[in-house]
Each structure stands twice: as C-alpha cells, then as structure tokens.
C-alpha cells in the first residue's frame, strides 16, 4: 500500500515575536543602566559662554614637555604656584587660572599642579592646548 506524501508547505513566521523581544530587550537595557550623574571636574566653562568676566586677567600657567613650570613666562615651582595662587585668589575668588601643559607633557605633572593649584584655592581652572605648539597643518 502506497501513501501519498502531502508537499510540506513553507512555515510562515511572522514578525511581531521578533518586534516583542526587541522591545523586551530595550526595557531590559534602559532599566539596567545608570542613570547617575558622574561628578563633574572643576574646571572654568569655555570662554565666549557669555558669562560674567573677571576683572584680573587670567594667570598663564604653562608645563614644558621636561617638566619646567612657568607663572606668565616667569620660571617657577610647585611651592611658588601655591603662594601665589593663594594670594591671588584672596585678592579675587574668581581668579582664573589657565593652565598650558605642552604636548608630550606627562599627564601625571598637569594632574598634580591642578591638585596644587585647587589646594591653593582656586576655583576658576582652565586646561588648554599650548597655542604655540598647534601645527597649522592640522586646519
């Protein structure tokens, strides 16, 4: 006895499965993340944001790639930046204090002088790229 074979015909799938586990996994991921806010650095906003302006210039603070500090072009240390930080900032709180580190300068010496510059009192700290080592080929 023979048995005729029925053709199977193509299972049909359809697509909301597929949309509900994608929706599933969205509220997964958006009720597992963290929403904290991380702690922001001390840093001064960027200039031109239109808010008010200090009446002493800023202090230009540059970092050399061998380590060598200098306070407005004058050479100095550590302790020197600390003094004057301290006596600036009791002159004017909202002192802003611009630090220039060179290119290849080690990372760990801009993060020591602005603890010492933050220990001193400052509150106004701006890090930025040392203007004289930008290479107009890089516009």
Excluded: C, K
């Amino acid at each position: 006895m023979r048995l005729a074979i029925r053709p199977r015909r193509a299972a049909f799938m359809g697509l909301t499965p597929l949309i509900d586990m994608i929706f599933l996994l969205l509220l997964f991921f958006l009720l597992g993340s963290d929403f904290v806010t991380y702690g922001q650095s001390r840093l001064a906003p960027p200039r031109g944001t239109g808010g008010e302006s200090s009446a002493a210039p800023p202090v230009l603070i540059t970092l050399s790639e061998t380590g060598a500090l200098s306070w407005n072009g004058a050479p100095a240390n550590a302790a020197f930046l600390s003094r004057e930080t301290t006596r600036l900032v009791a002159l004017n709180e909202e002192q802003t204090m611009v630090l220039m580190p060179a290119g290849a300068a080690n990372i760990q010496q801009v993060s020591d002088i602005m603890d010492v510059l933050h220990h001193a009192g400052a509150r106004s700290i701006t890090l930025e790229r040392d203007v004289f080592e930008i290479d107009l080929a890089d516009f």
